[in-house]
């Protein structure tokens, strides 16, 4: 099945700073990579998704890279605000199963 | 107006008993799921349910068992609870039958068993 791995697990930025979170993948067939934000005491929400056909996308302060030649993919944040304080997960499609890295929890400090 | 809404939001039980999760979603989607989230805060997909009809388990023991009544409910029935079900339980819904889709999650349910 797809592997997932996150990295880091922990982040603490400035606020105004960017924050980058970095994620590979095993399955060369994974066609779909969601983003999702978990803030305390709720479920995980989509920030923004990629598909294979396309390298790279932006919503906002919010952008997603892909590469599929190398099999990662990353979260940019940029100016980062206390809201966006909360733990990230990347996700990757693994035949009919979306399989998620471990989480990143992202502190912003004032 | 809560998209996916699930009951209840904290469950706190003793080893051995049996307990079940209600989920309901009112997006008309096609496919529902159980995720459990571990102490780690580790996301792993349960049940996949599309249609009232599983189609997805993965490896979840016997114990478990889901129960869709029709396409807007999906519940978790748990016997004999042990220990090392504590986790945080989500139920989601997606549109659709394919897992490309964004999933819609409800608010958990912390199961704590002791």
């Known amino acids: 099945g797809e592997n997932v791995e996150q990295h880091p697990s922990t982040l603490s930025v400035q606020e105004g700073d960017s924050a980058v979170i970095k994620c590979t993948y095993s399955d060369s067939a994974s066609n779909y990579f969601p983003w999702y934000k978990q803030e305390l005491g709720k479920g995980p929400q989509l920030i923004i998704d990629?598909?294979?056909?396309?390298g790279e996308k932006k919503d906002q302060r919010i952008a997603v890279t892909l590469n599929k030649t190398a099999k990662h993919f990353s979260l940019h944040i940029t100016e980062t605000q206390p809201e966006d304080s909360a733990v990230y997960f990347c996700a990757a499609t693994g035949g009919a199963v979306l399989s998620f890295g471990a989480g990143t929890t992202v502190t912003v400090r004032a | 107006d809560t998209a996916v809404s699930q009951t209840p939001k904290y469950l706190v039980t003793q080893m051995g008993n049996d307990k079940s999760i209600k989920c309901e979603q009112n997006l008309g989607h096609d496919t529902m799921y159980w995720y459990k989230q571990d102490s780690k805060k580790f996301l792993k997909i349960m049940f996949s349910y599309n249609n009232k009809e599983l189609i997805i388990n993965e490896t979840v023991p016997n114990r478990f068992s889901p129960k869709s009544p029709d396409k807007a409910h999906l519940n978790l029935h748990i016997n004999s609870l042990e220990l090392g079900d504590s986790a945080v339980y989500f139920c989601?819904?997606?549109?659709?039958?394919?897992?490309?889709?964004?999933?819609?999650f409800g608010q958990g349910t912390r199961l704590t068993v002791v």
């Open positions: 990629i598909r294979s056909n396309v």
């Open positions: 989601a819904s997606s549109q659709g039958s394919a897992v490309n889709t964004e999933a819609f």
